[in-house]
């Protein structure tokens, strides 16, 4: 069996990670969650009150900092700087900054360089919003993965209230289908089905489906 990459894209709360993670895990891969970086970059710029427009800034914050993925029972745990910030990644303040640090090219330089390190002996799922088309231009399989918005932010609400987090369905829409059109609409890397992707729309799939969708494909690679 090959050790392929698994390059998976998508907007906000399609499932990605939850089904990347459950693919990983089936294959004895690595599961790699782009956005979890880009998230920790906001959270430690919003700690250090770094204005989230200055480029130059946070491209000298990043370079200074250590961002690191370790999978754990409870699912991927981040480390910034060697403190766990799992939760705080999480929060809806970074939600809702989140795609104006991800704008700046200077950051996804530095994070996409780590990324393809990562990445660079194959055996990986890794989400995100600009893989198959920038991060893993050659993954073996590329899946673009939807959802209708309002399923998305339906998920997203019980998503929240598991963790404990206060949301309002409505608010939960507006924020999503506003982090899409800032995702979609940037200049650098911006989400977009890659050509040789294959479209999975999981509306109406279980997670349990979707995963044995993707896998189904795997095997067909390796
Ligand atoms: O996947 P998640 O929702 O955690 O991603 C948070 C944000 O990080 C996205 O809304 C997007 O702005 C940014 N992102 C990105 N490129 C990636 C992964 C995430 O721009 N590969």
Redesign the pocket.
């Known amino acids: 069996k090959k050790n392929i990459q698994i390059a998976i894209d998508g907007p906000?709360g399609a499932g990605?990670?939850t089904i990347a993670k459950i693919v990983a895990e089936a294959l004895d891969f690595t599961y790699i969650?782009?956005?979890?970086m880009?998230?920790a970059v906001t959270y430690k710029a919003m700690q250090q009150n770094i204005h989230l427009d200055d480029e130059a800034k946070l491209a000298e914050m990043l370079a200074a900092s250590t961002i690191d993925l370790k999978p754990s029972p409870q699912g991927q745990l981040v480390f910034l700087d060697g403190h766990n910030v799992s939760a705080d990644i999480r929060s809806n303040e970074v939600t809702s900054s989140?795609?104006q640090v991800?704008a700046h090219a200077k950051v996804r330089e530095l994070l996409v360089a780590q990324q393809q390190k990562l990445a660079a002996n194959g055996g990986v799922v890794m989400?995100?919003?600009?893989?198959a088309t920038h991060?893993l231009k050659n993954a073996e399989l590329k899946i673009f993965m939807s959802a209708t918005v309002e399923e998305r932010a339906r998920r997203r609400f019980i998503d929240n209230q598991k963790r404990g987090i206060d949301s309002s369905l409505e608010k939960l829409q507006e924020e999503i289908a506003l982090?899409d059109k800032?995702?979609s609409e940037r200049e650098a890397s911006p989400l977009i089905q890659a050509e040789d992707a294959i479209f999975l729309d999981t509306t109406a799939l279980s997670i349990d489906d979707a995963a044995q969708a993707i896998l189904k494909l795997a095997e067909e690679k390796m």
């Open positions: 906000a990605k990670s969650d782009t956005g979890a880009y998230r989140v795609s991800a989400d995100g919003r600009d893989i991060v982090r800032k995702d």
